[in-house]
T-cell receptor, first 114, second 112 residues
């Protein structure tokens, strides 16, 4: 079956622009996670959904970051008024049930803010 | 702050040798432990999960967990150049929503 997909794969934004990153999880996976990965670092947790409910958003760095998963499947991570420090790879992962289970990652979106 | 520590490396081993990758964690209540492999420019790929003390083997990979000492390790037997990658340790925190915390990864280089 298809794995986790993300789009776009690459995004270049001018500082101050809004961006929207999309994640399509593995079909039937209940849990969905967003991570931010800077060069040379491990993924940093941003937010977690179980179905359509956002159970944890403690990792979102500022109120410019917003995520949704309205129908419990596809999720969108939106960053408003992008800043240079937002430049990173944004990874989406899904798991069959809860956060305690194995996660499968999408290819990521590389965001560059100029 | 719940932490997961890994030596960033690089760890260099000759082809055919055993590569040993280590990870320590601070949260005593952690229940789930994962090893991911990440090739340069790619996303993490799950290698193994381990939930109880002891060893778990899968092909050339063995994960070892010691909760009393708060460490988890990954052994790669008969290392191949294609194993050259960054290996990420992830530990699910206890309490709340059990969100995984990732280490920064250890870079492994297997040279012919």
């Amino acid at each position: 079956g298809a794995g986790v997909s993300q789009s776009p794969r690459y995004k270049v934004a001018k500082r101050g622009q809004d961006v929207a990153l999309r994640c399509d999880p593995i079909s039937g996976h209940v849990s969905l996670f967003w991570y931010q990965q800077a060069l040379g670092q491990g993924p940093e947790f941003l937010t977690y959904f179980q179905n359509e409910a956002q159970l944890d958003k403690s990792g979102l760095p500022s109120d410019r970051f917003f995520a949704e998963r309205p129908e419990g499947s596809v999720s969108t991570l939106k960053i408003q008024r992008t800043q240079q420090e937002d430049s990173a790879v944004y990874l989406c992962a899904s798991s069959f049930s809860g956060a305690n289970n194995e996660q499968f990652f999408g290819p990521g979106t590389r965001l560059t803010v100029l | 702050q719940k932490e997961v520590e890994q030596n960033s490396g690089p760890l260099s081993v000759p082809e055919g040798a055993i590569a040993s990758l280590n990870c320590t964690y601070s949260d005593r209540g952690s229940q789930s432990f994962f090893w991911y492999r990440q090739y340069s420019g790619k996303s993490p790929e799950l290698i193994m999960s381990i939930y109880s003390n002891g060893d778990k083997e899968d092909g050339r990979f063995t994960a070892q967990l010691n909760k009393a000492s708060q460490y988890v390790s990954l052994l790669i037997r008969d290392s191949q150049p294609s194993d050259s990658a960054t290996y990420l340790c992830a530990v699910n925190t206890s309490g709340g929503s059990y969100i995984p915390t990732f280490g920064r990864g250890t870079s492994l280089i297997v040279h012919p």
